[in-house]
């Protein structure tokens, strides 16, 4: 099976720092991928390049999505190719209605999918479709519209970063629950964590560490590396790699081979 | 000048004889529809209404409890709206304020006087589809009785040429436990010149929520000047200011709060979003007299949210598409 998303030697720079250092991933289509790493690793900064975002945009290597290279491509580009991504903190919308902005990815906007896109992840159709998508929603809410809207999208590839944090009533199951039916419906997932019991939901795991990925393998073989290799170093490896005292601390783990 | 109150009854509304008035009457329920207006509205006779067009009071509908006294002047009316006390009026008044010509003069002088437990609320369109030179000034005194509350929705429509000077300029006097709110709302159309004044003295306990919402672009401008003068124990008030502006409009908030005695309270609120080679401004001033008083204020100003830009983006809609989602959601 050809791969959905290749991502080849990828080198991001940041304001002070290198925060990918060459990546290098597939994912399948209709695959759940786990990405698993310590705070401050670069997942999320690995998912905000393979959606476009500004300020991510790779110094080196190439990102191909179904075959076409498109590292260039902006934002709604890649959108319209299928990607799309939930963000870890998602912004808030001032009287942009919760239904509407559910309805906003969807190529042929339903009620009846809306609706089924809120109950998908608890939340009560006829409590929020009305609801505005602001400062008044709480952080679990906003997380799980924005689940929801991902998941009425219909992508063919689902950036997901810590959908699992924040979120006080739907736990681990039902979230795994949800991504499982993303991937029996076609969707490609790729799911960024630091809780590695996330992994069971995958059929894939890769590890990141330092700015790349070291490891990719099952997601039993890549959990145990991780819960034996990383978390006993968390304090020092979940620091921000490009504060410059913490880099040091960081850049030592990592040279010393404890996570390669 | 004359003098008008409940000149027709509601069921001869269309089928009155005058030709002239009927003409009038035509273009300016039209405007009034444009700008967002319900027609049924003025055909109930359990609504309080009026129509105004340019200086001729086409239409008024007084219902139990609401006393609408209108007269003309030569460049536009000066109008008397009582609502006895404890008056629960269940439907807004509704209000139409036009001008159909290309050009001239609208003075609109009312006075409302809100009885004590009066609770009404208004509904305002103040439309000027055609116009090219147009000046509509407006100068309104507003007495809210002691646990009164009034609320006051103005929306505008002014066409697509941008030929508008709007002058509204309100002083309001809050008594004890009153409450007021105001909403002024230009968002279709083009603004052309509009400056807002606005005044609003609370006594104890009474609130005022004073919120402005506009969307200038071409070479319009927007200037919003509230005040809000905590003036009794306990008082509050809050503004809410969002100005989006694009092209070469300016948009300008200047907002002041005092807390002049123990317990009151008061907050401004403004964000305003700037494209283009636009211009915004806000100048929030804090007055407060009183140990026992505060005032807070928050302002974001700048271009959209690159993260809020980029969710949109990110479910497939072009960065133009989501910058007016982003807009039209703020002016909501």
């Known amino acids: ?260 | 000048m004359k003098a008008h109150t409940a000149p027709v009854s509601p069921a001869s509304l269309l089928t009155r004889r005058d030709p002239a008035w009927a003409r009038d009457f035509e273009a300016i329920l039209k405007a009034y529809e444009a700008a967002g207006g319900k027609v049924s509205a003025l055909q109930s006779d359990r609504i309080a209404s009026a129509v105004i067009s340019a200086n001729r009071v086409l239409w008024v509908n007084e219902i139990p409890g609401v006393h609408i006294e209108a007269e003309e002047t030569p460049t536009g009316i000066r109008a008397h709206i009582r609502v006895d006390p404890g008056t629960r009026v269940e439907y807004p008044v509704h209000l139409c304020f036009g001008m159909i010509p290309q050009e001239g003069i609208q003075e609109i002088i009312p006075t409302f006087e809100i009885g004590e437990g009066a609770e009404v609320g208004f509904l305002a369109h103040c439309t000027f589809p055609n116009a090219i030179n147009l000046q509509h000034i407006m100068g309104a005194t507003v007495r809210i009785g002691p646990g009164a509350t009034m609320r006051y929705t103005e929306a505008h429509f002014h066409g697509p040429y941008g030929g508008v000077q709007v002058l509204p300029t309100s002083h309001v006097i809050l008594e004890e436990g009153g409450r007021f709110e105001n909403e002024f709302n230009l968002t279709h159309g083009r603004v052309g010149r509009m400056e807002i004044r606005m005044e609003v003295d609370v006594a104890a306990r009474g609130v005022a929520e004073l919120t402005v919402k506009a969307y200038g672009m071409g070479e319009d401008y927007i200037r919003a000047e509230e005040t809000i003068r905590l003036n009794g124990p306990e008082a509050r008030g809050l503004t809410k200011t969002r100005v989006a502006v694009r092209d070469r409009a300016v948009g300008e908030v200047y907002t002041t709060t005092e807390g002049n005695a123990p317990g009151a309270r008061g907050h401004m609120d403004c964000t305003e979003i700037v494209r283009g080679e636009a211009v915004a401004r806000n100048t929030p001033i804090v007055i407060v007299r009183n140990d026992q008083a505060r005032v807070t204020h928050e302002a974001a100003i700048g271009s959209v949210s690159r993260k809020e830009l980029e969710t949109l983006m990110a479910r497939g809609l072009s960065e133009e598409e989501a910058v007016d989602i982003i807009i039209r959601g703020m002016l909501a």
């Open chain 1, 1 to 260: 099976m050809n791969p959905l998303l290749t991502v080849e030697n990828v080198h991001v720079q940041r304001p002070g720092a290198e925060v990918l250092r060459g990546v290098n991933l597939t994912v399948y289509p209709a695959e759940v991928h786990v990405l698993l790493g310590l705070n401050g690793s670069g997942k999320s900064s690995l998912a905000y390049t393979l959606m476009g975002c500004a300020g991510y945009r790779p110094t080196q290597g190439r990102i191909l999505f179904d075959g076409e290279d498109i590292t260039d491509l902006p934002v709604s580009e890649r959108a319209r190719r299928g990607i799309t991504l939930a963000w870890q903190e998602p912004a808030r919308f001032e009287g942009l209605r919760t239904g509407d902005y559910i309805a906003l990815g969807m190529k042929e906007p339903t009620l009846a999918r809306v609706e089924e896109a809120l109950r998908a992840v608890a939340l009560a159709p006829a409590a929020y479709l009305g609801r505005p998508v602001d400062p008044t929603l709480s952080g679990g809410e906003r997380k799980r519209i924005e689940l929801a809207a991902v998941y009425a999208m219909r992508p063919r590839l689902a950036i997901l970063d810590e959908p699992d944090s924040g979120i006080d009533v739907l736990g681990v199951e039902e979230i795994t629950g949800l991504i499982r039916q993303m991937a029996a419906g076609g969707t490609a997932v790729l799911l960024i964590t630091h809780r590695d019991e996330m992994a069971d939901a995958a059929d894939r795991a890769s590890l990141m560490c330092g700015g790349v990925v070291v490891k990719t393998g099952s997601p039993d073989e890549v959990r145990a590396y991780f819960a034996r290799r990383c978390r006993p170093h968390e304090e020092t490896l979940g620091a921000q790699p490009w504060e410059p005292v913490n880099g040091d601390a960081y850049k030592e783990v990592v040279t010393r081979g404890v996570c390669e």
